[in-house]
């Protein structure tokens, strides 16, 4: 199913129940009631036969972090690296790795969007399906909404989405989010309090600088956040990664000077490989769209 169909949409040759059976009623206080999926798992799709290896210290650290959310502590990992070193990657074998029932909610920041006020706010709101009381979200925010209403409406979406199942909000190419879009999740990041969400959040520093404080404070701050700076694969990882691409084993020295070339950074040592297949598709799959009806 569409991740982005909305419930009243259908589709030739398919029940009605196809579309509804996958929902339940949660009682809110403030609007009523609301609709929101039934569990399911926090699913995503790595593309087919992706190779992955290494970064065990960081998975480590991510599912400590994801077991802090499921204790009720919001939390923040904010990964940061070069361009290619394997951020989105990471991100992807984790998703794929956390089976418990979960939302996912994702943006994926865009270089020639990043001028444009509430792109990867309206990102996040379009993976919702229905929202009721949130009128900046439902509308998709103008350009000049206050980011601090704008951050209240998505401090709610997420409070009513995690008393029902933790909640993953996937934010990649974080350095290029708007502006708007940025202190509105800052100021929702903030207010997290025995929330169950957990923020992903992927980098490359220089260009994140052009941010500002907010984020950088959330960032390097221990109470709430996890920071993993990504480096090159290791010399065994290296050997591992060539065989896993079904490339010929290379002997010991070959991959000293493979890592040396290349500092173990996995998009050049592909390339240096000869592994023509280049970049693995970004994007992860959203199963299933959380629901707060008008
Ligand atoms: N641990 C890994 N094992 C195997 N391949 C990897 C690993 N990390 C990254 N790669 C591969 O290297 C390439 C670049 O990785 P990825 O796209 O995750 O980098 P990135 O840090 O997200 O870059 P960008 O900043 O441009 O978004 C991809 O083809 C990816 O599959
Ligand atoms: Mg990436």
Not at 23 to 42: I, M, S
Not at 155 to 174: H, K, Y
Not at 243 to 259: D, F, H, K, Y
Request: proline content about 9%; overall charge negative; hydrophobic content about 45%.
């Amino acid at each position: 199913m569409d991740p982005l169909r909305k419930p009243d949409e259908r589709c030739d040759g398919l029940p009605d129940s196809a579309f509804t059976a996958h929902y339940v009623d949660v009682p809110d206080t403030e609007n009523g009631q609301l609709r929101v999926p039934a569990p399911g798992p926090v699913t995503t799709v790595p593309p087919a036969g992706e190779v992955f290896v290494g970064r065990e210290p960081e998975l480590v650290a991510m599912h400590e972090e994801w077991a802090a959310v499921l204790g009720g502590q919001p939390r923040v990992v904010w990964i940061e690296g070069d361009a290619g070193i394997g951020k989105s990657a990471l991100i992807r074998r984790f998703l794929a790795q956390v089976a418990d029932g979960g939302f996912v909610l994702r943006a994926d920041g865009a270089e020639e969007e990043s001028a444009l006020p509430y792109g990867v706010v309206g990102q996040l709101a379009a993976s919702i399906r229905q929202l009721d009381g949130l009128p900046l979200l439902a509308a998709g925010p103008v350009p000049d909404a206050d980011a601090l209403a704008v951050g209240s409406e998505l401090l709610r979406v997420l409070g009513v989405l995690q008393e029902m199942n933790p909640v993953v909000v996937v934010i990649d190419d974080f350095q290029w989010i708007d502006l708007p879009s940025a202190q509105a999740l800052a100021f929702a990041v903030r207010r997290l309090r025995l929330d169950q969400v957990l923020v992903l959040a992927a980098a490359r520093p220089r260009e994140a600088a052009r941010l500002g404080d907010a984020w950088t404070r959330i960032a390097a701050d221990p109470t709430r956040a996890r920071r993993l700076r990504l480096t090159g694969l290791g010399a065994s990882e290296l050997g591992e990664f060539a065989l896993g691409l079904g490339l010929e084993p290379m002997s010991r020295p070959a991959i000293e000077r493979l890592r040396e070339h290349t500092s173990g950074h996995p998009l050049h040592a592909r390339a240096a490989r000869g592994d023509p297949t280049g970049r693995a598709p970004l994007r992860t799959e959203l199963t299933s769209g959380p629901a707060i009806p008008r």
